[in-house]
């Protein structure tokens, strides 16, 4: 008769057991009731190699892996500095490889700051439908893993000897700064982020008009939806650049999500017709980054 009883006892010290190595984990993803994205953090393993080694940096080209695919960057590392430096994950525009940001990381290199431009998936571009589907499917959409790329890219400078890894930011241009702050939202240790002419989509005006009703996909769009985190990166400092004649993400639209945005911050205006990064920006650039690092 009291069989059963020894045996619930022994399931139950060996789940005990089980917990405590961290055999029985959390799920690696997910999205909460309110729509917020989580993941573990990442431990990326990566490579490097040589590209380039002038007198002023080093191109180095890193591979890693991330949530199913080899993902690639150039990480470009300043010379002739005392000490550790601080890094950049540097999120290019959609269409935009890690090569078309190079101007920006050598502007950023000669500050003193080390970055890493990654290759995103699709290059930038994203399929919101199909994203969609995968996330009524129970499956990890793209814009998700795109996400967890960047965590990754912030994870592999801090494994670099020659990188601060308590002073690491995100940079984005278009596309590519609404997945820098979503990551910067989620990497509690970054410095803050810098967002170079994007906004958010607007999801809660979309729900408040009644134009999306479905919980399932109101909890979707929230978790692609950079307004969805905004207030989670106070108390560090979030900076919008953007051009007042944007022709692809307009002012107003950079206005609305600035506005949303409660602790530190800063909107910057260049008067041109201009979309993501112009040398106009390097004083803002220069002045933001010096007051996030120090």
């Not at 490097?48 to 007198?55: A, F, G, N, W, Y």
């Amino acid at each position: 008769m009291k069989q059963p009883s020894v045996i619930c006892l022994f399931i139950l010290i060996i789940i005990g057991a089980m917990l405590l190595s961290g055999c029985i984990n959390k799920p690696e993803w997910l999205v909460t009731d309110d729509g917020l994205l989580k993941y573990q953090k990442p431990t990326p393993d990566y490579q490097l190699k040589t590209l380039e080694d002038s007198d002023n940096y080093t191109l180095y080209k890193v591979s890693y892996e991330s949530r199913g695919a080899d993902i690639e960057g150039l990480i470009r590392m300043p010379k002739n500095r005392s000490g550790t430096v601080p890094g950049i994950v540097l999120l290019p525009g959609a269409t935009v490889s890690k090569e078309g940001e190079q101007g920006l990381a050598a502007y950023l290199c000669n500050l003193g700051y080390a970055s890493i431009a990654i290759d995103q998936r699709n290059l930038g571009g994203i399929d919101m439908k199909g994203d969609l589907r995968m996330f009524l499917d129970s499956k990890e959409p793209t814009q998700h893993r795109m996400v967890y790329d960047a965590l990754s890219a912030a994870e592999v400078l801090r494994k670099e000897p020659r990188i601060d890894p308590d002073r690491i930011a995100y940079l984005g241009e278009s596309n590519g700064g609404r997945f820098a702050i979503i990551a910067c939202a989620l990497d509690s240790m970054a410095r803050g982020v810098l967002a170079i002419s994007t906004c958010g989509y607007g999801i809660d005006a979309a729900v408040d008009s009644g134009r999306i009703t479905d919980p399932d996909t109101i909890r979707f769009y929230r978790s692609i939806d950079p307004d969805t985190y905004l207030n989670k990166i106070s108390p560090r400092k979030f900076v919008m650049i953007h051009s007042l004649h944007d022709p692809v993400i307009s002012y107003d639209s950079a206005q609305q999500t600035y506005m949303k945005v409660g602790g530190p911050k800063s909107l910057h205006t260049i008067e041109r017709e201009q979309h993501g990064y112009c040398s106009e920006m390097d004083p803002f650039l220069k002045e933001e980054l010096k007051e996030m690092f120090s």
